[in-house]
T-cell receptor, first 113, second 114 residues
Framework: QKEVEQDPGPLSVPEGAIVSLNCTYSNSAFQYFMWYRQYSRKGPELLMYTYSSGNKEDGRFTAQVDKSSKYISLFIRDSQPSDSATYLC?????????????FGTGTQLKVEL | GAVVSQHPSRVICKSGTSVKIECRSLDFQATTMFWYRQFPKQSLMLMATSNEGSKATYEQGVEKDKFLINHASLTLSTLTVTSAHPEDSSFYICSGRGLGEKLFFGSGTQLSVL
């Protein structure tokens, strides 16, 4: 079993839809949770970063963490064609000093006109 | 957000030659740099972790003599693929660790070995 599970998609939605992207994890040591957006042949771009259970909102993006269920989500409201990309969840333990991130495989999202 | 500049963005080389990829943190000091490799439609696979001024730590299965990493300053890290072969063709990405646990990624280098 992988430490981080993420549905690879592809996920296709109409413009304006609410998108829900999810990851589950098995390592209870993970305390920091991130979502990255990656366009084709580009480096990942940090979208959201959180270290506590609950919701964090930034513009059209909302990150949700449920540590008791080991489940994290990213919601995108009013989705746009420019949101079409691969979304990677990533997480790391609470210990400091050069922590390595563990990534999900990424979910490919396509927002259609 | 912080910026990591990675060059070149694309390189094509002959089998047996060496290729150097450079990453610079432009507006922050990256005491730790991570190097990843990504195959098509797959996630990032960590290759090695480098701390400024010390030897890199390689992940299991990654040949340290083949993938030479130098992190001589807080703003510059390089990855040299020595004696490259077609199976080394991949997308290589660096990242620098800034405040807290946030990582900031370079734009990646697509390596094609003929």
């Amino acid at each position: 079993q992988k430490e981080v599970e993420q549905d690879p998609g592809p996920l296709s939605v109409p413009e304006g839809a609410i998108v829900s992207l999810n990851c589950t994890y098995s390592n209870s040591a993970f305390q920091y949770f991130m979502w990255y957006r990656q366009y084709s042949r580009k480096g990942p771009e940090l979208l959201m970063y959180t270290y506590s259970s609950g919701n964090k909102e930034d513009g059209r993006f909302t990150a949700q963490v449920d540590k008791s269920s080991k489940y994290i989500s990213l919601f995108i409201r009013d989705s746009q064609p420019s949101d079409s990309a691969t979304y990677l969840c990533a997480m790391s333990p609470i210990t400091g000093g050069g922590n390595k991130l563990t990534f999900g495989t990424g979910t490919q999202l396509k927002v259609e006109l | 957000g912080a910026v990591v500049s990675q060059h070149p963005s694309r390189v094509i080389c002959k089998s047996g030659t060496s290729v150097k990829i450079e990453c610079r943190s432009l507006d922050f000091q990256a005491t730790t740099m991570f190097w990843y490799r990504q195959f098509p439609k797959q996630s990032l696979m960590l290759m090695a972790t480098s701390n400024e001024g010390s030897k890199a730590t390689y992940e299991q299965g990654v040949e340290k003599d083949k993938f030479l990493i130098n992190h001589a300053s807080l703003t510059l890290s390089t990855l040299t693929v020595t004696s490259a072969h077609p199976e080394d063709s991949s997308f290589y990405i660096c990242s620098g660790r800034g405040l807290g646990e946030k990582l900031f990624f370079g734009s990646g280098t697509q390596l094609s070995v003929l």
